[in-house]
C-alpha cells in the first residue's frame, strides 16, 4: 500500500533552515507528482511546491526563492530544502501523491521562533 513518511521538522530560529524528507513506497515513484503541504493551527491546509515526475517544480507564492523541492528516484524520496525561515513558516508539512485518491503521510511540524 502507499506509504509517506516525513521526517526533518524541528524548532529553528527566524532565518535559519530546514530540510525536510519525504521517503514514499508502495507505488511507482519515479512518474508521480509528489506535493507538500502545510497546516498551521487554524487554517486550512495549503500546497507549498511540488515536483512532477520530469522534475518540473511550482512554487507557492510566498516561498519563492526560499525554499527549494527535489527529489531522488534511486531513493524514492522527496526533499524540501527551506532557507530564510520565517514565523508564518510555522505549520505541519505533509507529503501527498495523488493516484487513484489522495494519500498522505503523518506530516511533521515546524515551528519558526521570532
Known amino acids: 500500500q502507499v506509504q509517506l513518511v516525513e521526517s526533518g521538522g524541528g524548532l529553528v530560529q527566524s532565518g535559519g533552515s530546514l530540510r525536510l524528507s519525504c521517503a514514499a513506497s508502495?507505488?511507482?515513484?519515479?512518474?508521480?507528482?509528489i506535493a507538500w503541504h502545510r497546516q498551521a493551527p487554524g487554517k486550512q491546509r495549503e500546497l507549498v511546491a511540488y515536483?512532477?515526475?520530469?522534475?518540473?517544480?511550482n512554487y507557492e507564492d510566498s516561498v519563492k526563492g526560499r525554499f527549494t523541492i527535489s527529489r531522488d528516484n534511486a531513493k524514492n524520496s522527496v526533499y524540501l530544502q527551506m532557507n530564510s525561515l520565517k514565523p508564518e513558516d510555522t505549520a505541519v508539512y505533509y507529503c501527498?501523491?495523488?493516484?487513484?485518491?489522495?494519500?498522505w503521510g503523518q506530516g511533521t511540524q515546524v515551528t519558526v521562533s521570532s
Open positions: 501527498n501523491v495523488r493516484r487513484n485518491a489522495d494519500y
Open positions: 508502495g507505488f511507482i515513484f519515479r512518474i508521480y507528482t
Open positions: 515536483i512532477t515526475g520530469g522534475g518540473s517544480t
